[in-house]
């Protein structure tokens, strides 16, 4: 494309951009929503539930970082085409695999194969954000671009939890079908490749941005230790509600996708603060420090048995996804364009390595000691995470045929 895109157009991307992104989280945590019917109406465990609920994230992180690769060498839009063509196949299986009763394992292989389809979209909606919209406006567009997470959790709660009451846990599977459809046929209508430009805060061509300083891996880092009580609020939460407290299956779908709009609009909020301030990192530190105490509040007001507890795990999920468009954000304006591709590939890879290596682990502790002391475990984390945040890299000098933005 030869000419910069109008609003409109950049903004049309960036939604078709969410929705792709939301096809994946549907993919690879919507299993997570089947935890409440797998135990109660099919007798599975907490832990063997959890489990199962893993395998699509396993799938995600066998392949994210080729498809990191292939995202630098060939382009958005062709990649993102492939990946969610590939993942409506996926998830159509696994829905008929269930409907045909073709066992567990038929099924794990098909949200295998699914995670697997799906890892393109959040690197490549990452570099769609970094290439089309203006280093004042990114952190608000990322901000908006990583509400899809929130989003995808919010649709599957409010569905995939009912749907499988109502009827079986095929009718909660065929919400990935839905959504994966939607957002290759978005994909499809709108998103063009945007020039392959450098930032003001990159490395430079031809630069490994992980031999220049230490910045990208510890945000790599930090984001992982980050994402555990993340993951482990969207995974438990619903049965937290259903099994420990007895809420109904469509009453705890309503609170948690409005957990999850805030959590949205948290990211949004974010993303503006981080515009305003001129830095990435900053904010992460409040947040980090934020997830910490209110993880803390949700432990002890779930131990003694507080009415004010689900008020405090809205409040913990909404700060506790928010930093995650200002790692993003802050990773593909540093590593730039050659590199942004891996290097977004490798944080979703950590961040979902750690995901699931901790959901079964969270699972047989609630198994065993119960959700206050796995609510404890996971506000442990952000504490870690508070002291390895980096500060934000300065600004390349001006090059020639390079724009510099002082940030």
């Known amino acids: 494309m ?9 903004w049309a991307m960036l939604v078709a951009s969410i929705l792709g992104a939301m096809a994946t989280t549907c993919t690879v945590s919507g299993v997570g929503f089947l935890i409440p019917e797998l135990h109660t109406g099919e007798g599975m465990s907490i832990a063997a539930a959890s489990t199962l ?17 292939a995202l630098d060498r060939f382009g958005e ?43 393109a979209t959040n690197g490549a909606s990452g570099r769609i954000v970094v290439g089309w919209f203006p280093p004042r406006g990114r952190g608000t567009a990322m901000g908006v671009r990583q509400t899809a997470q929130p989003l995808g959790i919010g649709l599957c709660a409010l569905t995939i939890p009912v749907l499988s009451a109502a009827h079986d846990v095929t009718a909660g599977l065929w919400v990935p079908v839905g959504m994966s459809l939607a957002g290759l046929v978005a994909v499809a209508v709108t998103i063009v490749d945007p020039p392959r430009t450098s930032t003001a805060t990159d490395v430079g061509a031809g630069v490994n ?25 969207w995974t438990f939460v619903p049965a937290w509600l ?5 809420w109904a299956p469509g009453t705890a779908g309503v609170l948690v996708t409005v957990s999850q709009v805030l959590g949205a609009a948290g990211r949004i909020a974010a993303g503006r603060w981080s515009d305003v301030w001129g830095s990435r990192m900053k904010p992460i530190r409040v947040i980090a420090l934020g997830a910490a105490v209110s ?9 003694v048995s507080s009415p004010v507890a689900a008020a405090v795990m809205v409040v913990a999920t909404v700060i506790t996804v928010a930093d995650n468009g200002l790692a993003f954000t802050g990773i593909a304006e540093y590593a730039g364009p050659s590199w942004s591709g891996r290097a977004l590939a490798v944080q979703n890879t950590g961040q979902f390595l750690a995901t699931s290596a901790t959901t079964p682990v969270f699972g047989a502790l609630i198994g065993a000691a119960g959700f206050p002391l796995a609510f404890a475990v996971m506000s442990l984390a952000p504490l870690v995470a ?3 945040v980096p500060r934000d890299p300065a600004p390349r000098p001006k090059e020639a045929g390079v724009t510099v933005v002082s940030r």
Request: aromatic share 4%.
């Open 2 to 10: 030869d000419t910069e895109p109008s609003t409109t157009r950049r």
């Open 53 to 69: 609920a893993t395998v699509p994230t396993i799938g995600l992180m066998l392949t994210i970082i080729p498809w990191g690769a």
């Open 77 to 119: 839009r062709r990649i993102l085409l492939i990946s969610l063509g590939l993942t409506v196949v996926a998830t159509t299986g696994a829905a008929v695999s269930s409907a045909t009763d073709l066992g567990r394992g038929v099924l794990a292989a098909w949200l295998l194969i699914g995670g697997m389809a799906s890892a």
């Open 209 to 233: 941005p992980y031999r220049a300083s230490s910045f990208l891996p510890r945000v790599h880092a930090v984001s992982v230790l980050l994402v555990i009580p993340q993951s482990t609020l």
């Open 242 to 246: 259903i099994v420990a407290h007895h």
């Open 295 to 303: 993880s803390a509040v949700l432990a002890l007001t779930d131990w």
């Open 386 to 388: 508070l002291p390895l």
